[in-house]
């Protein structure tokens, strides 16, 4: 899969491996669960420890990432923001966040985000996050090509906020259409 922030090369899908391992992925090298740091040179780390260093400066601290279902039966919302903090502890414990209250803007993005999707469409959703660098990569799928409608924000409780905020929260918040018709709504969030 792709990141949000752009496409991965060829090559360097078929350098990665994704192992899952309940519900989130740890991005791996070639050699399969196992792998070198190219800095430091420690002895190969299993899936999920921590190194140096980022990949991107040669290191082999994994990267965590959130692929999820969103089901429309029992609580999505609250299931997603279970799934969330879960994945936020993860990546705290690779890379810690710059600001307090990053954690906590991820947490309000992917509440806005995902109550939408199931209040104002239909059929099959999901949820990605990935910690990239410096900022988490959010995105929402749905089934329903239709843009989100931002309303004017309403002070007697009756909603209008949401937009405003996702948009206040992140930055690079877009809408890309899927290929089954739908629409993914994707944002990234300081960490």
Not at 12 to 33: E, K
Not at 85 to 102: D, S, Y
Request: charged share 20%.
């Amino acid at each position: 899969m792709a990141s949000v922030g752009g496409p991965v090369s060829g090559s360097s899908l078929s350098q990665l491996r994704v192992a899952l391992t309940g519900g989130l992925s740890w991005r791996t090298g070639p050699g399969g669960d196992w792998k070198q740091c190219g800095v430091c040179r420690v002895p190969p780390l299993r899936i999920g420890q921590a190194c140096c260093t980022s990949p991107a400066e040669g290191g082999c601290m994994d990267v965590p990432v959130l692929d999820r279902s969103l089901y429309r039966s029992g609580q999505p919302t609250a299931s997603a923001r279970d799934a969330t903090r879960a994945f936020l502890l993860r990546a705290t414990r690779i890379r810690p966040p710059a600001e307090p209250g990053n954690r906590d803007a991820v947490l309000l993005v992917v509440d806005e985000l995902v109550a939408n999707a199931i209040r104002h469409t239909r059929g099959a959703a999901s949820l990605h996050l990935e910690l990239n660098g410096d900022h988490i990569d959010i995105c929402v799928t749905d089934a329903s090509p239709d843009p989100p409608k931002p309303r004017r924000p309403h002070l007697d409780g009756t909603g209008g906020w949401g937009w405003q905020l996702i948009n206040h929260l992140t930055t690079d918040v877009h809408i890309e259409p899927t290929p089954g018709g739908g629409k993914a709504i994707c944002a990234r969030a300081p960490w």
